[in-house]
């Protein structure tokens, strides 16, 4: 009988590849509704960020306010990913 619940092995070329793909799919502006989407966190996360960021090492920069509306910086984004995960 087979084993099915075996556990895919990590591998850092499909993680980097799968990392890169997400930044080049989202806009350099995005709301924090379709970041939550496209990254599978709650939206009240991403606020979380905005008003708890310095116990969190966010950057400020992240978070951009346009027209009264918040939006965050894909490129400030993905700077602070990498430095929180040096995996990457």
Known sequence: MKDNNKKKEYNDTEARSGFDELFENLPEVIAPSDLSKKIGIP??????????????????????????????????????????????
């Open 43 to 88: 939206v009240g996360t991403i606020y979380d960020w905005r008003y708890r960021g310095e116990m969190r090492r966010i950057p400020k920069q992240l978070f951009l306010k346009i027209g009264g509306k918040l939006f965050l910086s894909k490129s400030i984004l993905k700077k602070w990913v990498l430095q929180e995960n040096p995996f990457y």
